[in-house]
């Protein structure tokens, strides 16, 4: 089992964020601007008119995860997320193999979004400003940025990443509206909800990215010992951000549809995919709008960087914290009450990696940053399958006055529409990396091999642990004697 230490022991600073605190840390992780603007154009060439309902159904199930994973919640007090939760439920071995996958999901997500913010400021201060600075001049201030902050009290990145996300938010309903209130191209229509317009030939492709949008949003358990009430504020955001996330994708992917009408947004999709919602937003709103929404796919991408390097950190603080990596990595800043040397490493490892890629001549978007995510979203829906069959295992001992709905059902549905993402996903991975067989089995590898590293990790430790233990029971017997 893990080391069972409550809220009061994490060292982290108490009380520092409210239940909508969590819910813009889960919200901003997903960047949904540069989701809609980058991904969902892809959606749509895959699924077609189907787009909105997969985004849709990628909710309905993640919501069906989050049954189970905040039943977890008031039973676990160790706020490790994944980590935790699959420790009480199948044992401390998986569940540091599934804290070194969740590493090796979330930093790769972290470091691949700094060159992405790179190119999105690049393309957006040449087309706005008409300045023409390199992509790496961009990624540098935006590493720079994430690591101040990321260092500094919790409440401050809160506060960045609650107004940027309000920010994102507003400029996509600004360009759902009058698509939706005018009636679109040819007419509203709602048959890209229907099970025969999700379920075509292209649902595979569909679902990879659909349910791909949804990554993070368990990253609020990781701050429960921060979080006022976090026992009922954890469950509440969870649901909150996940329901939010769904119908908002959903909403404006079928607004993307509709402002082109069903057949000219399939043909737009495919062949200007990268401009779709700029070229939607000027024709329905204006050019003003669409220059907002360029730099705002900025801001939403270095959001996501800051929130997925605050979860990495706190994993990381939380393993050293129990003894599965160096304990300097669990050192807390007495200023700022924030894990700073578990964020100064995730920081070294963006720049390390960073610059790696650029020395490798790696494109910063096709391949630093393709390549990186397709990683963590492997991790992480993997990590979300053993976390279902979890939560099953740790209530099937003892139930704990939990409905079997909560404890039984909705984690075993979870479990079998997860896995079978998951296959989508890994069958379907070079739609993820746009990369040939032999890179993505490289790519795919980085997760099964996380995980036993964690399992050896997690076996040395309890040996060394049982050795100490002995030598202390004899010294002890010999002292008493």
Not at 164 to 181: D, G, M, N, Q, S
Not at 198 to 204: D, E, I, S
Not at 288 to 298: F, I
């Amino acid at each position: 089992m893990i080391n069972s230490q409550d809220d009061h022991d994490t060292g982290l600073r108490k009380d520092a964020l409210g239940m909508w605190d969590l819910v813009f840390f889960v919200v901003a992780a997903a960047a949904p601007l540069a989701i809609m603007s980058g991904v969902a154009p892809l959606a749509i060439q895959f699924g077609g008119i189907g787009a909105p309902g997969g985004y849709l159904l990628g909710g309905v199930v993640m919501l069906v995860f989050a049954i189970g994973f905040t039943a977890m919640t008031k039973h676990v007090p160790n706020p490790g997320a994944f980590y935790a939760y699959i420790s009480e439920g199948v044992g401390r071995n998986a569940g540091v193999g599934a804290a070194f996958v969740a590493l090796a999901s979330y930093i790769p997500i972290a470091v691949g979004f700094v060159p992405a913010v790179g190119v999105f400021a690049h393309e957006a201060a040449k087309s706005v400003f008409g300045i023409d600075l390199s992509w790496g001049f961009w990624a540098a201030i935006a590493a720079i940025v994430v690591a101040v902050l990321g260092y500094l009290n919790v409440t401050v990145s809160a506060k960045v990443l609650g107004t940027i996300l309000i920010l994102e938010v507003l400029i996509l309903l600004v360009f759902a509206a009058p698509v939706i209130v005018q009636g679109g191209a040819d007419g509203l229509s709602l048959a890209g909800f229907t099970p025969g317009a999700v379920f075509a030939p292209g649902v595979g492709g569909l679902l990879v990215l659909s349910f791909g949008a949804f990554l993070g949003f368990e990253s609020t358990a990781l701050y429960r010992g921060e979080t006022r009430d976090g026992q009922r504020a954890v469950p509440r955001a969870t649901y909150i951000a996940v329901g939010f996330l769904a119908l908002f994708y959903s909403l404006i992917v079928w607004a993307v549809i509709m402002a082109f009408g069903p057949s000219k947004a399939i043909d737009v999709a495919n062949t200007d995919p990268v401009e779709m919602f700029f070229i939607a937003t000027t024709q329905w709103v204006g050019k003003p709008a669409s220059e907002a929404m360029h730099l705002l796919l900025v801001t939403s991408a270095l959001a996501s960087v800051l929130a997925v390097h605050n979860s990495s950190a706190r994993y990381l603080q939380t393993l050293a914290r129990d003894g599965a990596l160096p304990r300097a990595l669990a050192r807390i800043n007495p200023a700022t009450r924030s894990p700073s040397n578990a964020s100064l490493f995730v920081t070294f490892l963006t720049v390390v990696l960073v610059v790696g890629f650029e020395i490798f001549g790696a494109d910063p978007y096709l391949q630093t940053f393709l390549w990186l995510n397709g990683i963590g979203i492997v991790g992480i829906i993997g990590l979300q399958v053993l976390c279902s069959i979890s939560v099953v295992v740790f209530f099937a001992r003892d139930p704990r006055g939990v409905g079997v709905f909560q404890r039984a059902v909705a984690p075993s549905l979870a479990t079998l529409a997860l896995s079978v993402a998951l296959y989508l996903i890994v069958t379907n991975f070079s739609i993820l990396t746009a990369a040939g067989a032999a890179t993505n089995l490289i790519l795919l590898l980085v997760i099964p091999l996380a995980f036993a590293t964690g399992v050896v990790v997690s076996l040395v430790k309890s040996r060394r642990d049982a050795k100490v233990d002995s030598a202390t029971a004899i010294s002890t017997a010999g002292h008493t004697s």
